[in-house]
């Protein structure tokens, strides 16, 4: 039983038991913290646009915890602007290597949900039934982009703020804390 129990503690010293995370990089320890970030976009025609607005807390354990608010905007001349408002939440994992930021989505931590819509009455309810099945709709695809968008390039990082390379394009990220 003793032999047992030291090559047991022994494998765990040597692998570190079920955590086997190395010590931050230098890199890492100067990127952990929490950042914040608004994008605003059209999706496909004018009459549609997008805000989303994220939280993200990188932790030292190289876990990480988002919280997003995605709106979305209809414009039509009979009723006027209509707003959806969703909300997603996830946890993932993390790590710098070669100045690539790589982000392991943890897939069932995912969440998202349809908060708000600002019209009232009837009309808000009709919405609310009809966009539904396209919140799950969307809600899959979005998952399914984070889960394939695991990697960024890094240019930049700053004690106030992180640059990254998304599709050719420098995208500036502000540090919180």
Known sequence: MKT???IVLTACVLIGCSNQTTSLTPQEKAFAGKYYAIKNDTIG?????GTIESYTDYKTDR???????????FSTESIGTI???????Y????????DTLFES?????YKMSLKNINQQGIFAEKIS???????????AHLKETILKNDAVKIVEITPEKIVVELDGVNETI???K
């Open 174 to 176: 502000k540090k919180v």
């Open 4 to 6: 047992i129990l030291s």
């Open 45 to 49: 025609i004018k009459q549609i646009y």
């Open 83 to 89: 707003t959806l408002e969703y909300e997603m939440t």
């Open 105 to 109: 989505l943890i897939p069932d931590s």
């Open 91 to 98: 946890n993932s994992d993390w790590k710098i290597r070669n």
């Open 129 to 139: 039934e009809i966009m539904d099945p396209y919140t799950e709709m969307l809600s």
């Open 63 to 73: 876990s990480a915890y988002s919280y997003t608010t995605l709106k979305l905007f």
